[in-house]
């Protein structure tokens, strides 16, 4: 069987604006050992083996895309593609824009077959792009990619709830490092961990992790930790993520000032940590093993990376509510699960199991062991490559 050369296609900028898919798949491309798929990324240097186009630094300053930028996008996009036609098979997309759309309906008429990714519900799904200005050229443009891979059952429905047909809808759930991502096999490895993050020995670290935004539920967090902190003294909250735009350019800085000033006021800066971004998978891993309980209180997501990296960790996980959790946070079993937006039941929800800790390792071994089966790279690398041979067959079958 001849190799697949699979052309990924990221935003404009990507190596100074990379959020969830750019982690995701530095991972993938450095893990891949599937021999029948070669893959390769578009840059502004033509296209190049994947490995190489992300080896940059991930601690770089990042930038906003402007308008300008998106539009000359589309025409270098649509130029490098053409151009470039004979050194890969089919194309991926991780990011849709304007150059992305009008890239997917250039492949068709060429007869390139292409996937988009999907992983944000609410925000690239057709559901949310029909409220979109021009949101119906935009659907029937989002129609013309041959296969759509959503993260998460709740986003292929969204999908299927706009007529796109089953067989052109996949869903595939992200996979996890589950070597990085472990929890520790000794009392000690976590004391030497707190040390160097300088976390006190006998405080119940409280962690989050993920941009300083109101979208991940960050104010309804500091909201709880302040109701409960003075019935639980040795309760520490500790928010590791971009606060600033350097870390994300599309961060809300004023909303992180409000939120320091919250804490501020409360007289609870010793007791809540605005770190900043982890960029080193490494020292995020030891994150993980440094805390006690994972709390995201997210309004809106895909399925959030983050949440299984905990799981993976053996952290006993606390999350709202979101559709693209369901399966995957079975309350009771391998976490806890509170209403979007109920700051009443995340306050009872991490009160109750502060009172009972005698859960925290039952649910976070729960958590591990269903990672492992269920969201293990292996397994989701075969799955990915399923999907490129079902699109290379596709393309033979259709010029028969």
């Not at 039941?345 to 591990?368: F, T």
Request: net charge neutral; aromatic share 10%.
């Amino acid at each position: 069987m001849e190799k697949i050369r699979v052309l990924h296609i990221f935003g404009p900028n990507f190596k100074r604006r990379f959020g969830g898919p750019i982690f995701d798949w530095k991972y993938a491309f450095s893990k891949w050992d599937e021999a029948a798929v070669e893959h390769l990324v578009l840059t502004e240097n033509g296209v190049e083996p994947a490995t190489e186009a992300f080896n940059f630094d991930m601690t770089a300053n990042q930038v906003m895309s402007t308008r300008s930028d998106r539009t000359t996008w589309i025409f270098t996009l649509l130029f490098s593609l053409n151009r470039h036609k004979k050194k890969y098979d089919l194309i991926h997309f991780h990011v849709l824009l304007w150059g992305g759309l009008l890239a997917a309906a250039w492949a068709k008429l060429n007869k390139i077959p292409t996937i988009y990714q999907s992983v944000l519900q609410g925000s690239d799904t057709p559901g949310a792009i029909k409220q979109q200005r021009f949101g119906n050229l935009k659907l029937s443009l989002l129609k013309k990619f041959t296969l759509i891979v959503a993260i998460s059952n709740q986003l292929r429905q969204d999908y299927l709830d706009f007529s796109f047909p089953k067989e052109n809808v996949a869903m595939l759930m992200n996979s996890v490092d589950t070597d990085l991502f472990h929890p520790l096999e000794s009392q000690k490895g976590k004391q030497s961990i707190r040390e160097k993050y300088s976390l006190r020995q006998t405080d119940r670290i409280l962690i989050f992790t993920g941009s300083i935004i109101e979208r991940k539920g960050v104010d309804l967090l500091i909201q709880v930790f302040l109701q409960i902190a003075h019935d639980h003294p040795d309760l520490y909250l500790w928010l590791v993520g971009p606060v600033s735009k350097d870390e994300n350019a599309s961060l809300d800085e004023e909303f992180v000032l409000k939120m320091k000033s919250q804490v501020s006021r409360a007289g609870m800066n010793e007791r809540v940590r605005f770190h900043g971004m982890i960029s080193d998978r490494g020292d995020l891993a030891e994150a993980y093993q440094a805390a006690d309980i994972f709390v995201f209180p997210s309004r809106k997501e895909g399925l959030p990376n983050v949440v299984l990296e905990a799981m993976s960790s053996g952290l006993l996980v606390i999350v709202s509510d979101l559709p693209g959790l369901k399966g995957v946070v079975a309350p009771g079993e391998n976490g806890v699960v509170v209403p979007i937006g109920d700051a009443g039941a995340l306050a009872a929800a991490i009160s109750d199991i502060l009172s009972n800790n005698s859960v925290l390792p039952r649910l976070g071994r729960n958590a591990r062991s269903y990672i492992e089966s269920v969201h293990g790279f292996d397994a989701w690398q075969n799955e990915m490559t399923s999907c490129y041979h079902k699109l290379m067959k596709s393309v033979t079958e259709s010029t028969d």
